[in-house]
């Protein structure tokens, strides 16, 4: 079968039942897909990883043998392939939330809920000291404690901080106009502006206080300053909008020059009544992707940092399809 059939079988699932003798350290994420949750696994094959939420009642089961090696199954999934190891949140990656809780009240995330924490500069520089030769990348993001200017300030410091290292350093903040150009100033080499869902009203809906409009006119300039295939924008798939809405979004994103990370939903106590997408609709909105990609000149294997780079939660498009 094709890895991206198989991922996108996988991904339909998303979480997993443990067994086997391997000992393992669940990473326990402050950001991302699971935030706050019982922890995660990265289970890889020579044609990627993914990352699967701990679930005892997962349909899906990851048998797993003290070398590491690991074989996964579950209804029309039978793969083998290995554990890897996050370093700070995913494999190969310092993945680093600056701001661990949040002003703002976004339906689909965990994050306004954990237990309040800013990591300071020197900590930051402690934690990427102590796994330097393990990284490929050092990406950032965070909550908004305070306000989105305290915030940001907070941030364009510890990038600063952290280029010295001379790691890709990539960035995913709530941004503000005139962010893109004080981070690209400080060291970054990506950013990573969330617009969250594929239509205003969903996001309006979704995300209480947040401005969809101006997200938008961030990317646009993020491009200008950090050029073609070094700008992201999640976009969540499964919060009610249709195909069609989706594939306007996916479209808009990569006419601007951002590369677009489809994120499936991850269903929570907080969005009653919607779903996790389907393997079907996972494939089909990267198909889309693929092409709009291509059509725009965009590579997402150039990805240096954050998610692209890692592909653990999403079918990444023009390389896992
Ligand atoms: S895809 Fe992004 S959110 Fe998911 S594990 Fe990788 S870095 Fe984290």
Known sequence: MHWGTLKARILAHGSVRLTGTYRFHPEQSTAGPGAGGRGSIFFATSQGRIRLALDDYSLLTLTADAD??????????????????????????????????????????????????????????????????????????SGVIGSVEEDEKRAVAVVQAVADFGIPVGVSIYPLPGTPQRLKDAGACEVKFNIEAATPTLFHEMCPGLDYAATWEILEDS???????????????????????????????????VI??????????????????????????????????????????????????????????GRDI
């Open 68 to 141: 590491g090696s690991a074989r996964l199954t579950g209804p029309d999934i039978d793969i083998c392939g290995h554990i890897e190891e996050a370093v700070y949140h995913c494999p190969r990656q310092a993945f680093i939330t600056l701001s661990e809780g949040c002003i703002f009240s976004c339906r689909y995330c965990a994050v306004p809920s954990l237990p309040k924490y800013i990591k300071t500069r020197d900590e930051v520089c402690a934690m990427i000291t102590a796994v330097k030769d393990d990284i490929d990348a050092i990406s950032l993001t």
């Open 260 to 317: 677009p990370v489809i994120r499936p939903l991850a269903p929570s106590p907080g969005l009653p009544g919607l779903l996790r997408p389907t393997a079907d609709r996972m494939l089909r909105m990267a198909e889309f992707a693929k092409n709009a990609l291509a059509k725009a000149g965009l590579d997402p294997t150039q990805a240096k940092t954050m998610c692209t780079l890692c592909g653990g939660c999403d079918l990444v498009a």
């Open 223 to 257: 491009v200008r300053i950090f050029g073609r295939n070094r700008v992201f924008s999640n976009v969540i798939l499964g919060l009610g909008e249709t195909d069609a809405e989706m594939e306007t979004c996916i479209r808009r994103l990569t006419e601007i020059g």
